[in-house]
């Protein structure tokens, strides 16, 4: 009988595909290869606007994920597209609107799941503290150095339980 590897495959979306989703993508990418689950785990990006396509992500995004030790240069940014809810089992947005913009373009029969990237840490964090959860991760790039250091540190932490989660389905 064939030794069949079951993949779960992980799309990040945000609006223009070279600040918030190509960190998530590269981080997580980053932890999926450390945890050896490379060829379980496959990991993409996409935007929900066309403004960036074939464009690298952003320099400020490269110089700060560079500092925190991950390579962004080699992504490149692409338009998220309908044949992606029959490619991916976990599409996953970095806020509401990308999630309501995906929404709008989400089959009817697709049966993967489509939520906000962040939400995962509601599900993780103990209900009995009072700090608010964050469920959208702010959009670094009308802003300044520091957006950028904290897109950096949500999708560390939001990456972290996503590799739980997946590796609680294998
Ligand atoms: P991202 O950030 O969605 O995190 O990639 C943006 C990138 C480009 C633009 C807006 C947000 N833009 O307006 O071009």
């Given amino acids: 009988m064939p030794n069949s590897i079951q993949t779960q495959r992980v799309l990040f979306v ?11 993508h590269g981080i997580f990418q980053h932890k999926v290869t450390q945890a050896g689950l490379q060829n ?4 993409d990006s996409c935007g929900t606007g066309d403004w960036h396509i074939g464009h690298a992500p952003d ?5 700060c994920a560079t500092k925190y030790g991950y390579d962004l240069s080699t992504l490149r940014a692409r ?13 996953l ?9 995906a929404e709008s373009i989400c089959p009817d029969h697709f049966n993967g799941e489509l939520t906000l990237f962040l939400d995962v840490l509601a599900e ?3 209900q009995d503290t009072d700090a608010p959860t964050i469920r959208e991760v702010p959009d670094p790039y ?8 904290e897109v950096i540190q949500l999708c560390e932490k939001a990456s972290d339980a996503w590799l739980n989660r997946l590796r609680a389905n294998r």
Avoid at 59 to 63: A, M, Q, S, V
């Fill in 14 to 24: 945000c609006l223009g595909n070279i600040c918030r989703s190509p960190t998530a």
């Fill in 40 to 43: 379980e785990i496959i990991v």
């Fill in 59 to 63: 320099p400020r995004t490269i110089e």
């Fill in 79 to 91: 338009k998220l597209l309908a044949s992606d809810f029959i490619d991916f089992d976990y599409i």
């Fill in 93 to 101: 947005a970095m806020d509401k609107q990308n999630l309501r913009d």
């Fill in 124 to 126: 993780s964090t103990p």
């Fill in 142 to 149: 009308y802003g300044g150095a520091d957006g950028f250091d």
